[in-house]
Protein backbone atom coordinates (compact mmCIF):
# COMPACT_ATOMS: atom_id res chain seq x y z
CA UNK A 1 0.00 0.00 0.00
CA UNK A 2 1.44 3.45 -0.95
CA UNK A 3 1.30 6.35 1.39
CA UNK A 4 -0.13 8.92 0.64
CA UNK A 5 0.79 12.88 1.96
CA UNK A 6 -0.90 16.26 0.96
CA UNK A 7 1.31 18.95 1.58
CA UNK A 8 -0.02 22.45 2.22
CA UNK A 9 2.99 24.33 1.52
CA UNK A 10 2.51 23.85 -1.90
CA UNK A 11 -1.49 25.82 -0.93
CA UNK A 12 -1.22 29.30 -2.42
CA UNK A 13 -1.63 30.99 0.58
CA UNK A 14 -1.04 33.62 2.59
CA UNK A 15 -0.63 32.26 5.90
CA UNK A 16 2.42 30.40 4.86
CA UNK A 17 0.86 27.23 6.47
CA UNK A 18 3.70 23.97 6.75
CA UNK A 19 1.61 22.07 7.76
CA UNK A 20 1.76 18.31 5.73
CA UNK A 21 -0.60 15.26 6.33
CA UNK A 22 0.02 11.91 5.22
CA UNK A 23 -2.51 8.76 5.53
CA UNK A 24 -2.56 5.30 3.89
CA UNK A 25 -6.22 5.77 2.40
CA UNK A 26 -7.33 8.43 0.18
CA UNK A 27 -10.44 8.66 2.28
CA UNK A 28 -8.53 8.91 5.49
CA UNK A 29 -6.61 11.89 3.97
CA UNK A 30 -9.47 13.21 2.72
CA UNK A 31 -10.65 13.86 5.78
CA UNK A 32 -8.04 15.08 7.27
CA UNK A 33 -7.47 17.33 4.79
CA UNK A 34 -10.57 18.56 4.96
CA UNK A 35 -10.77 19.17 8.58
CA UNK A 36 -7.29 21.17 8.36
CA UNK A 37 -8.82 23.44 5.31
CA UNK A 38 -11.97 23.90 7.15
CA UNK A 39 -10.10 24.90 10.83
CA UNK A 40 -6.93 26.37 10.03
CA UNK A 41 -7.85 28.15 6.76
CA UNK A 42 -11.37 28.82 6.85
CA UNK A 43 -12.51 27.21 3.81
CA UNK A 44 -16.22 25.63 3.73
CA UNK A 45 -16.55 21.98 2.85
CA UNK A 46 -17.80 21.58 -0.28
CA UNK A 47 -17.28 19.04 -3.12
CA UNK A 48 -15.30 21.35 -4.83
CA UNK A 49 -12.79 21.61 -2.13
CA UNK A 50 -12.57 18.40 -2.11
CA UNK A 51 -12.11 17.76 -5.33
CA UNK A 52 -9.10 20.34 -5.32
CA UNK A 53 -7.77 18.79 -2.29
CA UNK A 54 -7.52 15.28 -4.26
CA UNK A 55 -5.28 16.45 -6.95
CA UNK A 56 -2.85 17.87 -4.64
CA UNK A 57 -2.79 14.11 -2.75
CA UNK A 58 0.95 12.52 -3.47
CA UNK A 59 2.08 9.16 -3.27
CA UNK A 60 4.84 8.66 -0.80
CA UNK A 61 5.85 11.35 2.61
CA UNK A 62 6.25 14.63 2.49
CA UNK A 63 9.47 16.22 1.41
CA UNK A 64 12.11 17.38 4.37
CA UNK A 65 11.84 21.45 2.42
CA UNK A 66 9.30 23.15 0.85
CA UNK A 67 8.56 23.01 -2.67
CA UNK A 68 7.95 26.46 -3.33
CA UNK A 69 11.71 26.94 -1.58
CA UNK A 70 13.34 25.41 -3.58
CA UNK A 71 17.15 27.02 -3.43
CA UNK A 72 18.71 27.77 -6.71
CA UNK A 73 22.38 26.26 -7.15
CA UNK A 74 21.88 23.69 -3.93
CA UNK A 75 21.51 20.53 -6.47
CA UNK A 76 24.70 19.55 -7.81
CA UNK A 77 25.56 23.11 -7.28
CA UNK A 78 29.41 24.07 -5.98
CA UNK A 79 28.81 27.16 -3.51
CA UNK A 80 29.65 27.76 -0.17
CA UNK A 81 27.61 26.14 2.75
CA UNK A 82 25.15 28.39 4.31
CA UNK A 83 26.46 28.36 7.79
ZN1 LIG B 1 -2.69 24.48 6.01
Known amino acids: MTRKFIDCREFPSDMHCSVAISADSEEELLQAAVDHAVSV ?13 RQLF ?4 PPEHPPLRAQPGSAGGAGPRAH
Not at 41 to 53: C, K, Y
Not at 58 to 61: A, F, I, S, V
Open 58 to 61: KDGM
Open 41 to 53: HHHSDSPELRQQL
